[in-house]
């Protein structure tokens, strides 16, 4: 009686891999493309920011984000670092760091210790009304096939040291 139990035991223990193989790498998300371009006044490109899709309040799923390219195009990455996001609600905010005078942070993409943009002397370029979590400027409904999303933000400077 022994012997059957452990070839029981074993039996289940395939069934439980076979099932967990079978649900594939996405851990059970159905994510979909979101691509798209983000200009400044509408020119400009919107180059090297951050686009994050943060969830409606509520809403259970968790977003994602991507840094745009020179043209300001961006494709997003779900926050588990795969490619596409869960369809839904967002909002949509943006950020870029800059160092006061508006030239780029140094490259750091040979230091092994990264520093943050703050303490590169970065500072936030992006208006506050574009930058938060909540903003309802940028609310944006992904549908079950993704899709192209474009944004444009008026103007990016620097804030003012009072």
Same mark, same amino acid.
């Given at each position: ?8 035991? $074993? ?38 920011? $951050? ?28 926050? @588990? ?14 950020? $870029? ?34 930058? @938060? ?6 609310? @944006? ?22």
């Amino acid at each position: 009686m022994k012997i059957m139990r452990i070839d029981i035991r $074993l039996i289940w223990v395939g069934i439980l891999l076979t099932v967990a193989g079978c649900s594939g790498d996405t851990g059970g998300l159905k994510l979909v493309t979101v691509k798209g371009n983000v200009t400044v006044g509408d020119v400009e490109p919107f180059a090297k920011g $951050l686009v994050i899709f943060t969830p409606k309040q509520g809403e259970k799923y968790l977003g994602g984000s991507a840094v745009t390219d020179e043209k300001g195009n961006y494709v997003m990455r779900h926050a @588990t670092q795969r490619a596409g996001i869960e369809p839904g609600q967002y909002d949509v905010s943006f950020s $870029l760091f800059r160092l006061p005078d508006g030239s780029s942070l140094p490259d750091q993409s040979n230091v092994r210790e990264k520093k943050s943009p703050q303490e590169l002397g970065g500072v936030q370029f992006v208006p506050p009304e574009y930058l @938060t979590f909540g903003s309802t400027k940028n609310n @944006t409904v992904v549908p079950a096939a993704g899709g192209r999303f474009d944004f444009d933000i008026p103007e990016l400077k620097a804030p003012s040291s009072k």
